[in-house]
Structures are given as structure tokens and as C-alpha cells.
């Protein structure tokens, strides 16, 4: 079964965000890690990058596929997670821990469109 | 056949170090019987099957007139004037339609049987102690690319063992009826001696090991010549379709060839990625992994001739950014047959 951690923001395709004042840090949830399989990749933009509320930021390469990232935010890249360069499997082990990306949130707004914990663990009941 | 069960690395692990089964099926088989059985697989076959002796098998293609590739195949001689054909699941309509079409004027009977086979796969160091052990069943005295027949209740279709896979390691395929083959699975999955594999660590075991897989690295545009193939192509036989074509491309050299690439990167350069040099589009990825057993990303790519050659800086074009690195062997990791 998926953990779903309360308090995160989730969208649709399996992205989380975790707010801390603001900044938004991005990842992928647990049940998309586990949908993956053992992933050997992450694509990260850079530093200072936009990043705009679902368009595509990078990727997520597990041995099977590689899968688009979407961000649920949008704002600039102020941190990318730089163990992921060379443990990508650190987001098996705990996908919401390891986080991707730390996004400078330019409109919090963003946060309306995105679920809340119990509507994400039902939408990934379907 | 699903795509894991326990999961890729997992399976692909264990069929490397121990054993793995999977559930081949799907695969098709087309016998071959006749006064012109011979000489008709040979006319339709790149390999040659004259007076190999019973109980061999070879591995070679169909080929279109102009060297493209209708499938690659195992061709086993059971018998005098009696060869069973072993053909990829995708292709089953395709080839038995050209099989039947080819044999026009040749004094042959073709029987499609892949409805009455079920196939299973036992691949790993262990599995000719596992097949003992747990089927009952001796490989022992099977060499590499050899098979026999098994004494079972029902001996139609004809059931068979041999010592093959699509693994790079030692491993053996049973032919028999699907009632069998799933008692055999059940057998071995409930020994806990053999990890039930699927259709995942199947492509990432026979792409390590630099096998090509029809639709990626072998197709109606890409002939065996191009894909580095050429040892199972035997120009030497009198006839076969696609002889001419295939001949003209050896002496002349095909524009593209397969090569292996390694990035310097962990980017996963997967099918139908750009491969670029100097900015310039030169080929495609036919198939790419991050490899298991090597941990290396990787893949096989059919580009222009001219940068074929080994150690050629080229680049691969993966989503927006593009990555370096070099032509390299595609074969990434070393078989492991029992010759």
C-alpha cells in the first residue's frame, strides 16, 4: 500500500509538494516511486530555471521507462537535490523525503488546483 | 507473459547468479516435413541446414528479396526431412503467411503449431541441477544449441528440450503441451529454486549480452548485414531469398550499421532516441538500459557507417539536453553458455 504523507500538496500525475514559507520542495509520491520500479535516473533543470504549474521539468528514469516529471508549481529553481545525482535510488527508499526540486513559489494560488492528502490517496484508489 | 513479477533488477539478478523460468508460450512453432524439407528451409532460411546432423539447432532470418528482415528464428532438425521452427510471437501471422506463400513448387507439408505448444524458458547457472531436481528432467547431455525429444504421456505435439535462451546464460527450452508446461511452472515456482521472470528482465538479459530483438534491431529495414549479423547469413549456399541483396550489401558495405554506445552520463538513451555528431542527426537508438550487471548507461544504435567505427565520439539526444559519449562492442556483458 502507498504511503500518503498529510500536510503535502499532490497533483494528478503523482508529484508532490511539500510548502515551507515560500518555497515549494517538489518530488515524486511514494506510489509513483513504487509504480516505477528501481529508478536509475534523475533529469533535473538547474539552479535559477522556471519552472511553470504543469509543464514538464525533467524526468524520472526507472529501468523500465522513463516518465516526464510535471511540475505542480511554479516559480525558479532555487535547489536541486544533488544526492540524486548519484543515488537516484535514494527515491525508492523514501520517495518524500528525497525530494527533487526546491521552488522560489511565485503564486502560491498554484496550491488551489492541487489535492490534499485524503483526495490523493483516494484518486490513486481509481 | 507480464512485464516483472518480483521485479526487473530482481529477476534479472537471478537468472545472472542462479535461475529464472519464464512463461514463453507466446512463442510460435511451424513444422516442416517432406521430400523438399531441406532444401525448402534452406531457401527460405539466411543459415545453412544441409546435413546438419539430428537433434542441432541454428539460429538465422527470413529474409525479404531485397535483405530486409521478415523474422529471426531457431531452426531445429528433428529428423531426416523433418525441421521444427521456432518464430517470434509478433510475427506469427506474417511468417506463417510467407512460409506457406514460399512453398510453391516445393514437395513440403507446413504444420502451424504454435496453438498446440506452450514453451517455457529455465535460464541461470542452476538450471540444469533445478530442471533435475525438481521436473525430473536430465539436460546433462545437451550441448549448447542442441536438443532431444522427451518421453511424456502425450507425444503430440512433439515434446521437446533443448540447451538455448535469449539470456546469454546457460539455460534450457521445453516444448510441450500448454497442460505440461504449466504443471512444469507450478512445479518450479512452488520449489522456491527458480524466480518466475517476465517479459521486463527478458529484454534488459538479452540486450546486456548484445542480442537483437526483431522490431528493434533486426526489421523489414534493418537486415542482418546492418545489424552486425552477418555469420548467420551464409553467402556460400547455393540459393536462399535475399541472397543477392545481402551479398551486394557485404561486398559494398550498408550504410548504417548496429553499434554499441556508452554514455558518459546516467541518461537512459532509449528506443528511437536522435544519435548526433557535430550537431547532425546520424542514426537511432534501436535499445537502451541503464545495465544491471555493469551499471553503465548504454545502448545499441543503427547509424551512418562512417562513425561505426570503435571509439567514435558521437551524441545522444535525450529529451532537451544532449549527452556524450562513444561507439563501443554491443555486447555489454559476456555470455555465460555451456559450450
Given amino acids: ?126 | 507473459m507480464p512485464i516483472q513479477y518480483s521485479g526487473i533488477v530482481d529477476e534479472h539478478q537471478a537468472v545472472r547468479q542462479a535461475c529464472g523460468v519464464f512463461d514463453v508460450s507466446h512463442m510460435g512453432e511451424v513444422l516442416i516435413t517432406g521430400p523438399d524439407a531441406e532444401s525448402y528451409v534452406n531457401h527460405i532460411f539466411t543459415n545453412n541446414v544441409k546435413d546438419i546432423p539430428d537433434g542441432k539447432i541454428l539460429y538465422g532470418m527470413m529474409c525479404y528479396e531485397d535483405g530486409g528482415v521478415v523474422d529471426d528464428l531457431l531452426v531445429y532438425k528433428v529428423a531426416d526431412k523433418h525441421f521444427f521452427l521456432v518464430i517470434n510471437a509478433a510475427n506469427i501471422d506474417k511468417d506463417w503467411a510467407w512460409i506457406q506463400e514460399q512453398s510453391k513448387g516445393y514437395d513440403v507439408a507446413l504444420e502451424h503449431q504454435s496453438n498446440l505448444y506452450g514453451e517455457l524458458a529455465i535460464q541461470g547457472p542452476d538450471s540444469e541441477r533445478v530442471m533435475k531436481e525438481i521436473l525430473g528432467i536430465d539436460g546433462s547431455d545437451l550441448t549448447f544449441y542442441t536438443f532431444k525429444t522427451l518421453s511424456l504421456l502425450t507425444s503430440h505435439p512433439l515434446p521437446l528440450l533443448s540447451r538455448t535462451g535469449y539470456t546469454g546464460e546457460d539455460g534450457f527450452e521445453i516444448y510441450a503441451t500448454p497442460n505440461y508446461i504449466n504443471e512444469c511452472w507450478d512445479k518450479l515456482i512452488a520449489s522456491g529454486r527458480c524466480k518466475p521472470c517476465g517479459l521486463g528482465c527478458r529484454d534488459t538479459l538479452r540486450f546486456e549480452v548484445g542480442l537483437p530483438l526483431y522490431g528493434d534491431e533486426l526489421s523489414a529495414d534493418i537486415t542482418p548485414i546492418m545489424a552486425g549479423l552477418g555469420v548467420f547469413v551464409k553467402l556460400d549456399k547455393e540459393e536462399f531469398i535475399g541472397k543477392d541483396a545481402l551479398a551486394r550489401q557485404k561486398a559494398e558495405g550498408p550504410a548504417k550499421k548496429l553499434v554499441g554506445i556508452e554514455l558518459n552520463d546516467k541518461a537512459i538513451p532509449r528506443h528511437g532516441y536522435v544519435v548526433l555528431k557535430d550537431g547532425q542527426p546520424i542514426g537511432e537508438v534501436t535499445t537502451g538500459y541503464h545495465t544491471i550487471s555493469t551499471d553503465k548507461s548504454v545502448c545499441m544504435a543503427l547509424i551512418d557507417s562512417q562513425y561505426a567505427t570503435l571509439d567514435t565520439e558521437v551524441d545522444i539526444q535525450i529529451r532537451k539536453k544532449v549527452f556524450s559519449g562513444k561507439v563501443v562492442k554491443k555486447q555489454f556483458y559476456n555470455k555465460n553458455y555451456k559450450k
Fill in chain 1, 1 to 126: 500500500m502507498a504511503k500518503v504523507l498529510e500536510g503535502l500538496y499532490y497533483s494528478e500525475s503523482h508529484e508532490f509538494v511539500r510548502v515551507d514559507g515560500d518555497y515549494g520542495f517538489v518530488g515524486i509520491t511514494d506510489y509513483a516511486q513504487n509504480a516505477l520500479g528501481n529508478v536509475v535516473y534523475v533529469d533535473m533543470p538547474e539552479v535559477d530555471d522556471e519552472v511553470a504549474a504543469g509543464e514538464e521539468f525533467g524526468a524520472v528514469e526507472s529501468v523500465k521507462a522513463a516518465s516526464d516529471l510535471i511540475s505542480p508549481v511554479s516559480g525558479t529553481v532555487v535547489e536541486i537535490n544533488e544526492a540524486l545525482e548519484d543515488t537516484p535510488e535514494l527515491i525508492n527508499q523514501d520517495a518524500f523525503e528525497n525530494w527533487i526540486i526546491k521552488v522560489e513559489l511565485s503564486d502560491k494560488a498554484d496550491l488551489d488546483n492541487l489535492m490534499d492528502a485524503k483526495a490523493y490517496a483516494a484518486f490513486c484508489e481509481k
